[in-house]
């Protein structure tokens, strides 16, 4: 079953931070998050595994609720660079990692100077 | 490595045409998979391999999809009879699991125009 994302669609001035969520109805055993520009494919940011574990990397960190199947991307002080459209892709939790990806409809980040 | 090729890049095909695309992966990750992606959607999953087994097959894709992984290398995806719906850019992706510290490794598409 698709997450489902919110919000659709920021509009960001650069140095503003954004929240973007994803939520999945199935107890999820990971949580991937991507971010594409127009025209490009998908480029993988981050991984979280069941277990609430928070990651992140310079000004985009995530968390992942497991009790709540949510996770969270959070983006701070944005570059222009951050624009494009952010999906969350969920994997089933069949006992491990055994599953493939379902991709939200995605987020899609505009920043502005 | 030269990262996930897929080729061609564009199709052009007649309505009722087959066509057929390959997908090279990253030559050590032994999982590959099928999306499809139309215009402001995410990827739609169609199927994936682990090595040369076809482990999962989407319960909305038509008979007319089908998906090859000899030998646990590349991969071709045949679409048969193809319909002006089947429009949309085909990604392949790649990944070692059950190592999950990487995700996916996207290739740059194959964009299929059914006119």
């Known amino acids: 079953q698709q997450p489902v994302q919110s919000p659709q669609a920021v509009i960001l001035r650069e140095g503003e931070d954004a929240v973007i969520n994803c939520s999945s109805s199935?107890?999820?055993?990971?949580v991937h998050w991507y971010r594409q520009k127009h025209g490009e494919a998908p480029v993988f940011l981050m991984i979280?595994?069941?277990?609430?574990e928070q990651k992140g990397h310079d000004k985009i960190s995530a968390s992942f609720n497991e009790k709540k199947q949510q996770s969270s991307l959070y983006l701070t002080a944005s570059q222009l660079s951050y624009s494009g459209t952010y999906f969350c892709g969920t994997e089933k939790d069949y006992g491990g990692s055994q599953g493939n990806l379902i991709f939200g409809k995605g987020t899609k980040l505009s920043v502005k100077p | 490595d030269t990262g996930v090729s897929q080729n061609p890049r564009h199709k052009i095909t007649k309505r009722g045409q087959n066509v057929t695309f390959r997908c090279d992966p990253i030559s050590e990750h032994n999982r590959l998979y099928w999306y499809r992606q139309t215009l402001g959607q995410g990827p739609e999953f169609l199927t994936y391999f682990q090595n040369e087994a076809q482990l999962e097959k989407s319960r909305l894709l038509s008979d007319r999809f089908s998906a090859e992984r000899p030998k646990g290398s590349f991969s071709t995806l045949e679409i048969q009879r193809t319909e002006q719906g089947d429009s949309a850019m085909y990604l392949c992706?790649?990944?070692?699991?059950?190592?999950?510290?990487?995700?996916?490794?996207f290739g740059s598409g194959t964009r299929l125009t059914v006119v």
């Open positions: 199935k107890a999820l055993y990971s």
């Open positions: 979280l595994l069941k277990g609430g």
């Open positions: 992706a790649s990944s070692s699991r059950p190592d999950p510290l990487y995700g996916y490794t």
